[in-house]
């Protein structure tokens, strides 16, 4: 079993910043790619950045230039640097693993329980 946690989150006025965390834990497995997806208050849960073991980077539009995603492999940890943050951040903010199981290969997906980033006006 893989379980992701996250961590980092709170309350932060805007222009702040926040450093959220999400840690892989569990035995044989790979993480291919991890990344960050959040949920704000009656929207779709949306894409914010993803990066791959090769650190091969894609950020939202809304994230470029503000936010930066990074990984430690050896620590199956993902961060997410996010500045300049504005009211409209604000949501439950999900950390994504894809990858495979090993030794089977057979896919692997997995979702973190979300933290919740609040930014205030």
């Known amino acids: 079993q893989v379980q992701l946690v996250e961590s980092g989150g709170g309350l932060v006025q805007a222009g702040g910043s926040l450093r959220l965390s999400c840690a892989a834990s569990?035995?044989?497995?790979?993480?291919?790619?991890m990344g960050w997806y959040r949920q704000a208050p009656g929207n779709q849960r949306e894409l914010v950045a993803t990066?791959?073991?090769?650190?091969?980077?894609n950020y939202a539009d809304s994230a470029k230039g503000r936010f930066t995603i990074s990984r430690d492999n050896a620590k199956n940890t993902v961060y997410l640097q996010m500045t300049s943050l504005k009211p409209e951040d604000t949501a439950v903010y999900y950390c994504?693993?894809?990858?495979?199981?090993?030794?089977?290969?057979?896919?692997?997906?997995?979702w973190g329980q979300g933290t919740l980033v609040t930014v205030s006006s």
């Open positions: 990066i791959t073991s090769g650190e091969s980077i």
């Open positions: 569990g035995s044989r497995f790979r993480l291919n790619a």
């Open positions: 994504n693993g894809a990858g495979v199981w090993v030794p089977s290969y057979r896919p692997l997906e997995v």
